[in-house]
């Protein structure tokens, strides 16, 4: 045998066995919870900030549930549905984890969930609410702690509504949300829509050609959906085409508290619509946002408040069948109960296991710090079920 | 040269060919021809315009104008395989053979490609059988009986010169064009690749490109000179011996 | 063949069958999936180590025609209103078939150019299919879409698991038992002997281009089997195998297993799937990417050892 | 009319940023032969470098300037240590070191700077817009514009008009000959792989106020500007310029219209699905419409094109 062969032999065990290593795990009896999210790229900061909450409520809870340990496994979807979904094959086959939760993008949760599923975890989305799951695919091991997409854009709406805008016209990225979030606006929206506008995503940030076809249709208002860094670059791109002055401007899930600080000047005074607010007085918002912004000096975003959330629905399923992981039926069946208090107050699961909750308006205000925050507006929608609930024919739990 | 030879149709024909390289001229308008069993060598300064008509008549090189005929039919616009098929094959000037390949599979190449058994897939490429004797009767022919088994890259010089017309012949060819087969090549071997041509001959017309002229008029039935572009003599050797245009353009003495 | 490689090439295969029952036994489904990955990767890769490796020719877009047999799966598959759409009879030859014819049209139109050229032209190609394939949005475009029917050959299903595992290695089997008879073949000689003197071999009377085309199409096809077994392993339809970056990522595992060996896609792609496993626990701690160790092993690969593992564990002998 | 030709600017736009990065590429592939694939690297490391700078020097001129400097010095250590290595290898191990390459440039990025995008607004003396033809267009942006051409400008004087020119027309043409020049070669490549990390740096500055400066934005321009170095012909520096501007009018004002006048021709859903995809794709047809008419490119040099792999 030549020596380079038995070099080669030797670093191919010694990978193997690496790669055993590495997968071998205590399978105390732990709560083991896996946390899909984006922590690279332009929408990392969005993840950070949910596992920032995630972490916080772990704190909160003296990270144990049920007196069983707790261990959460951060994994990088990159935005990317492929990648997300071999993330959570990995956390469910490899790390067993069971409970699957985080996902900022319809797309990536759609590739992703049934893998998580079928893995024997339970799938809580902390974010992405696309109108699949609500309706036709809604499964029993499936939960949400946000919203269904068309929800929050069908509120806008009403608030457009009210402003007697007859001409408007429609942007959005062309993924699964994009769409979901346009088709939420078009169906509360009375007045006219001049344009529906479709950008590639997630590569597409310059947004010159949009802008110069929007000057060219002069509409009456133009409402948007860009998340996080994207609507930003669109806030930005807007103002520098001089368009801010002309056209006024309403958007769905593209001023966070992320971006606030940002683009605060350009959308002082704009109104958006929410399930959830830094401001809303309820006891565990309160706890949330005060210790959120003790430990990391800012206020947390609507997705970090969703993913505390997601934490406490889990705690309280943990605790209602004390402890025990292995039944899952029991587990689903505590999770629908909603019994936990939530930091945008009390809210129940509709029959597909989306909240069913209020949305108000937020206006962008200039506090007396200086600083650009969200302040509490009216109630638009009371105990509102998305309008894909009526598809959805759970099946029993396999 | 005998007088029915002479007569018959030739094997090989070039009429008006020209070509040109971004403004410089290298074929001007060559009429060229080659008959049955004849050597035809074409001799000329460097940049004459040799290389490019072997081109040509090869198909490696499209012309700008002019036409090609192989044993009575036009090939002028056949691709160089279907060249070969008709029985044209060419030697380079510099050795071009297949590095990485045996000597043996060196010339099983064109063996296969004659018996259009290239485009098997499945079957393995053995060399034994039939293909093999072939191959190995090739490198008896040029003296690389010996050399077989080698990785042709590996070889000397002078062998790869040897391999080079082996190569050619792998195709069964009726028609060979030879470039500068002697170049680089000490005196023994340079005469041993004289009586290789010689052994050649016959079968197998050939147009030899070649600078050494002891070796021309050696093996030479006929000689064209080509000077910038075009064919300024051709004739019999001592005819072309004696040309004053060819001595005073080509062998440098004052006319 | 060089015994280093062998060794190494057999121990590979013997450990990936092992895997099997040792998953089972020690309960880590992970690592079944691990090595169906690798087998699957390798099986693209093997294929187009056929025109990348033995043919010399640096096409960077076969992504896409292991797209192409994923896509025949995922359409079949939402097509299907009962189960003969998704039979694996079906479906493994017209992926096959699909992929290979147009891997030869697009063979046959970049081989009009050389060099820098052909691997930008053979690239835009693949970036075609690719946004041809995200404008698809009955098949989920973009954000891609479940595949609810895996292929099954009757009653034996592709699905997940230890039967789909099995036979994606005697699909690998079969494809480096191809390759092997396939490149000692006189089609193969042709296309390996036109790499290293491609005026030579139309000299001797070889169509040399007609070759190359036809090797196109065979890689083409053989990534289209890759690409059924992909979409069965993922039951996920996307576009991203498509994407160039697919693309380079196979070349990188051909290149990096030993470009124009029989083994080299297999070590290529098992350096890729266990590195990437390994390095990304090792440096976990530290919040590192495995990148950031992989890039810079390229980069030694490329200065130190340019004929990839294959050729780091000895000089191949010919033939 | 004036969407139109405001789509025009913006296509004009586009292809002088991207005619920055294919110079550089150009050069570098034409005189070295080289297969840079981390020239994007030094476009993303750039913008990073501008928003850095600019942060912290407070001044756009002053940190863009630096950042420029930067992109130069990281240019040329990399050419010192093992870009010089890969020039006489073929294009296949090119391709593998250069991929290597940007994976480690992608992950030292987000050490350095973090994983989440960095943005960065124009300075506030160009955060307005100018009428250009009854247009309000973005300062910044003809900035952009005007910055490219001069760029461009500038190379083609440098190449047609000065000695340096001489030597590196002389080099792109024939290595041997300019080393019978005396030219010492191993100074020249150095000197053009630092020009090619100073104008792919520039563009990456000057598409930082544009963009979200981020992990992987080098990538999404290299794709673009090899097509535009092979539709204009490797090596070729006017194709280069010819072929950005090409691509970038293509790309923007098929993005801007092709979905549209699909629209009109055929029914909704089918074109609003095609529109956008096949708008996509408009570059890539162009070069492989461009490749098999002329598979030199438009303006094909004597540079070293074909090379055995």
Sequence with gaps: ?398 | MDKAAALAEPLLTARGLKKSFGGVVANASIDFDLRPREVHAVIGPNGGGKTTLLGQLMGEILPDAGSVRLGGIDVTAMSVPERVMRGLARSYQVTSVFPGFTVLENVAFGLRARRRISSRLWRSASTGGELGEAAAAILRRVGLSGRSGVDAAVLSHGEHRQLEIAIALSTSPKVLLLDEPLAGLGVDEGRRMVELIADIRGPVAIVLVEHDMEAVFALADRVTVLVDGAAIASGAPDSIRDDRLVKAAYLGEDA | MNRGVLLLAAALFVLMVAAAPAALLLGMPYLLSLFQKLAILAIAAAGLNLVLGYAGLPAFGHGAFVGIGSYTVGILAAEAADGALASAWLQFPLAALVAGLAAALIGAISLRTRGVAFLMITLAFGQMLYFGAVALERYGGDDGMIIVRASAFGDFTLARGFGSYVFTLAVLAVVLLLMYRVTRSPFGFVLRGAAANERRMLAVGVAVPSYRVGAFALSGAICGVAGVLWANYTAFLSPAPLAWTWSVQLAVMVLLGGAGTLFGPLFGAAAFVLLEEVLTGALQPWRLDWHIVFGPLLLLVVLAAPGGIAGLLGRPQHG | MTLFLEQVLNGLQFGVLLFLLSAGLTLVFGIMGLVNLAHGSLYMLGAYFAVTFVAWTESFLLGSIAALLSTVIVGILLERSVVRGLYDRPHLEQVLGTFGLILFFNELARLAFGPAGLSLSPPPWLAGQINVLGIPYPSYRLVVLVAGILAAAAMYVMIARTRAGMLLRAAAANRGMAEALGVNVRLLFLAVFALGAALSGLAGILAAPLLTVRVGMGEEVLLLAFVVVVIGGIGSIRGAFVAAVLIGLIDTVGRAYLPGLLRAAFAGPVADAVGPALASMLIYVALAVVLVLRPRGLFPTAARTDVAA
Excluded at chain 1, 365 to 393: I, W
Aim: net charge neutral; glycine share 8%; proline share 4%.
């Design chain 1, 1 to 398: 045998m030549n020596a380079r062969a038995l070099v080669g032999l030797v670093v191919l065990i010694a990978i193997v066995a690496a790669v055993i290593l590495n997968q071998l795990r205590d399978d105390g009896e732990g709560v083991r919870i896996g946390f899909v999210t984006t922590l690279t790229g332009g929408s990392a900061a969005i993840g950070q900030d949910m596992r920032d909450a995630f972490e916080l409520a772990l704190d909160h809870m003296g990270r144990t549930m049920a007196g069983r340990k707790v261990t959460v496994l951060y994994e990088d979807d990159a935005q990317n549905p492929d990648i997300g979904l071999q993330k959570t094959e990995r956390l469910v086959q490899r790390d067993g984890v069971q409970f699957v939760t985080g996902y900022i993008w319809s797309n990536v949760l759609l590739a992703s969930y049934r893998a998580g599923i079928a893995g024997g975890a339970i799938v809580i989305s902390a974010n992405a609410g696309p109108s699949e799951l609500a309706g036709a695919q809604c499964t029993p091991n499936f939960f949400s702690t946000s919203w269904q997409n068309d929800q929050t854009p069908m509120a806008m709406a009403e608030v457009l509504n009210k402003r007697n805008l007859s001409n408007v016209y429609v942007l959005a990225p062309n993924y699964a949300a994009g769409r979901n979030m346009v088709a939420g606006f078009k169906r509360s929206f009375r007045g006219t829509i001049v344009a529906e506008e479709y950008t590639q995503w997630p590569d597409h940030l310059d947004f010159a050609a949009e802008l110069a076809k929007i000057r060219a249709a002069n509409p009456s208002a133009v409402w948007f959906f860009f998340p996080g860094n994207y609507g930003t670059q669109f806030f930005k791109q807007y103002a520098q085409a001089g368009l801010l002055a002309q056209i006024p401007l309403y958007s769905t899930f593209s001023i966070d508290t992320l971006n606030l600080p940002q683009i605060g000047e350009m959308v002082v005074g704009s109104q958006l619509t929410q399930h959830w607010g830094a401001d809303l007085d309820v006891p565990a918002n309160r706890r949330f946002v005060d210790d959120f912004r003790k430990k990391h000096g800012r206020t947390p975003s609507f997705y970090a408040a969703q993913a505390y959330d997601s934490a406490v629905l889990i705690k309280s399923a943990v605790e209602a069948t004390r402890g025990n992981l292995q039944d899952r039926d029991a587990l689903r069946t505590a999770l629908e109960r909603a019994n936990f208090e939530s930091v945008r107050g009390a809210f129940r699961f509709g029959r597909n296991h989306f909240p069913v909750q209020s949305f108000y308006v937020w206006e962008v205000v200039r506090g007396a710090d200086g600083a650009y925050a969200l302040k509490l507006g009216d109630r638009v929608f009371t105990d509102h079920a998305d309008p894909y609930a009526g598809d959805c024919r759970m099946a029993a739990a396999p």
